[in-house]
């Protein structure tokens, strides 16, 4: 992974936290970032924001769930969780996510 600290290690904690939530999650890349399956249909991906450099959660489908730090900003399907590289990582928040999203992958 190319980028700068302190997102590079926030992105590999965060890859490390997606893999570890499901052992149905694995990775994959598609459109030169990390996408993350669960089974066969397409779960998240990491990747971070052009301007300030932050790293986020992007959840495929995200327009179906509806949490308060979930953005959608111009996206029409995706929506995403920004995190902060030099904090701690919400891990709790982030399962909480990841939850929704699995459960809404059952439903499609």
Known sequence: MD???PARSCMLAL???I??????VKEDWQYHMPFYKYGKKRLCYI????KTGRPYVGIVDGYLLNHP???AEKRSRMK????EPSEDLPEELIREILGMAVANLHLR
Not at 19 to 24: H, S
Not at 47 to 50: A, L, V, Y
């Open 69 to 71: 730090l979930l953005l």
């Open 80 to 83: 995403i969780l920004l995190v």
């Open 19 to 24: 893999l570890a939530f499901d052992p149905q």
């Open 15 to 17: 890859r490390h936290m």
């Open 47 to 50: 990747w971070q924001e052009k």
């Open 3 to 5: 980028k700068p600290e």
